[in-house]
Antibody
Framework: QVQLQESGSQLLKPSQTLSLTCAVS??????????WSWFRQPPGQALEYIGN???????DYNPSLRSRVTIAVDKSKDQFSLVLTSVRAADTALYYC???????????????WGQGALVTVSS | DILMTQSPSSLSASIGDRVTITCRAS??????LNWYQHKVGKAPKVLIY???FLQSGVPSRFSGSGSGTDFTLTISSLQPEDFATYSC?????????FGQGTRLE
């Protein structure tokens, strides 16, 4: 059974760095054919795509966050990470890690999600 | 970015009801549209991908349709466990974008 679990919730001050990890169990993160992604949901708002790392190691980031975000995979630990620098109040959100899959017909979707980690940015 | 607009934002329904939620994209996305179910404190769950394909393990009372810019999610006979928030997501291009959600209550 595939499970994803984000590391714990965080309280940060403006300008600090957000670091989250996502532990993957039930499947090897190096198994290929999947991507590993981060999303977030600010209070009362829609889910927002942060970025993606493909099994090739290629990353894709939301242009609105690209200058501040890094996603990386640690294959030895079956986990992947999110680093967001210079956080501000607008970065307050529930952060989700997900696995991206692709159907035989070529459709991409996110088939496994963590339960989310709350990140609060406040002075 | 592609803007996804859902309606209604909330919906009051009863057990056994047929429920339809709509999602509109700001530009054509072919059939690159997914539907998710969200419950507080639980991991979101994909229900439909490619606009109409039922994800493995999802009950057949859920169905999706549409192409281009207009899509629908239908629950044929509402069950108690279906009270949740539903959102659409386009996978046509990155950055992937979601609708704001429809709360079923």
């Amino acid at each position: 059974q595939v499970q994803l679990q984000e590391s714990g919730s965080q309280l940060l001050k403006p300008s600090q760095t957000l670091s989250l990890t996502c532990a993957v169990s039930g499947v090897s993160i190096d198994g290929g054919a999947y991507s590993w992604s981060w999303f977030r949901q600010p209070p009362g708002q829609a889910l927002e795509y942060i970025g993606n790392i493909y099994d090739s190691g290629i990353t894709d980031y939301n242009p609105s966050l690209r200058s501040r975000v890094t996603i990386a995979v640690d294959k030895s630990k079956d986990q992947f990470s999110l680093v967001l620098t210079s956080v501000r109040a607008a970065d307050t959100a529930l952060y989700y890690c997900t696995r991206g899959a692709q159907s035989i017909s070529g459709y991409s979707f996110f088939d496994h999600w963590g339960q989310g980690a709350l990140v609060t940015v406040s002075s | 970015d592609i803007l996804m607009t859902q309606s209604p934002s909330s919906l009051s329904a009863s057990i056994g009801d047929r429920v339809t939620i709509t999602c509109r994209a700001s530009q054509t996305i072919n059939t690159y549209l997914n539907w998710y179910q969200h419950k507080v404190g639980k991991a979101p769950k994909v229900l439909i991908y490619g606009a109409s394909f039922l994800q493995s393990g999802v009950p057949s009372r859920f169905s999706g349709s549409g192409s281009g810019t207009d899509f629908t999610l239908t629950i044929s006979s509402l069950q108690p466990e279906d009270f949740a928030t539903y959102s659409c997501q386009q996978s046509y291009s990155t950055p992937y974008t979601f609708g704001q959600g429809t709360r079923l209550e």
